[in-house]
């Protein structure tokens, strides 16, 4: 497997990894400049010569992997017998420079209800790097023409239709998902929310709408959905900064959008 293959892979399973590259060289030494080892929480691919640089290095990497280590960091070998090393002597003679640089896992967001302020959201987002979902009960929302203006985007970009229980996408959706809800439908909204509180692995969870609106779903919630107020005070709403008072759709979005981004960096990595 290629080190491109192996960083796609825990890109796709959502996991943390480091990728390992032989930076410089001087003299002999077991790899080339270049030569990469992507290392996961178990399991590692390609190699950096093997021996006592590349055991320092996953080790080194799965110190990072395991303190969520944002920042790339430089380690330097002597390859002689006079160094006292952590796993075994390498005595090639050369000076070798390794490259540590984590590969966090990738955040999501699902948006569900590609309205206007849905879709000025999603071109927002879509510059970031992270797995993007969209989705809606309205296919002519979702139509190719109407998302060519995501087709640049830096996002891995989903898109869900879900004529008659958008709910069932919540499921379906990866470890940590950060969850906006504003589709076009009040009552859609209320079994989102309710369904999203049901989906224990989500992230945070947004709602669009006026207070007049959450107060009549947080009744909802706690009367008829069952839910503790515990439960309940994990949606958020209203979502945006509130300094942000516009009301245009693409106002609104920036202000979510700002939102979301400061809860990210809020989180680390």
Do not use: Y
Not at 50 to 71: Q, W
Not at 256 to 269: K, M, Q, S, T
């Amino acid at each position: 497997m290629t080190w491109i293959t192996a960083v796609a892979r825990l890109r796709a399973r959502r996991e943390p990894g480091v990728l390992v590259t032989v930076a410089t060289v001087r003299g002999h030494a077991p790899r080339e400049a270049g030569a990469k080892l992507v290392v996961g929480r178990t399991e590692t691919w390609g190699s950096i010569g093997g021996g006592n640089v590349e055991a320092v290095a996953i080790d080194r990497a799965r110190e990072m992997i395991a303190a969520s280590t944002a920042g790339p960091e430089l380690l330097d070998f002597a390859l002689n017998d006079k160094v006292t090393n952590r796993h075994g002597v390498q005595c090639c003679g050369g000076e070798v420079s390794v490259l540590l640089e984590p590969l966090p896992t990738v955040r999501a967001v699902a948006i569900f209800g590609a309205g206007h302020v849905g879709m000025e959201l999603a071109r927002i987002l879509a510059r970031q790097d992270l797995d993007l979902h969209l989705v809606d009960s309205r296919a002519e929302l979702l139509a190719e023409e109407r998302l060519a203006v995501l087709a640049d985007a830096v996002a891995a970009v989903r898109v869900h239709h879900t004529p008659l229980l958008p709910e069932e996408v919540l499921e379906r959706l990866p470890p940590g998902t950060h969850v906006l809800i504003m589709t076009h439908d009040h009552a859609e909204d209320a079994a989102l929310c309710d369904a999203a509180l049901r989906t224990p692995h989500l992230g945070s969870i947004g709602l669009i709408g006026s207070a007049a609106k959450w107060s009549r779903f947080r009744r909802r919630l706690l009367a008829e959905g069952g839910h503790d107020e515990a439960a309940v005070a994990r949606v958020k709403t209203p979502i945006g900064l509130p300094g942000i008072t516009g009301k245009t759709p693409a106002a609104i979005a920036v202000s979510v959008a700002a939102d979301l981004l400061h809860a990210f960096e809020a989180e680390g990595n």
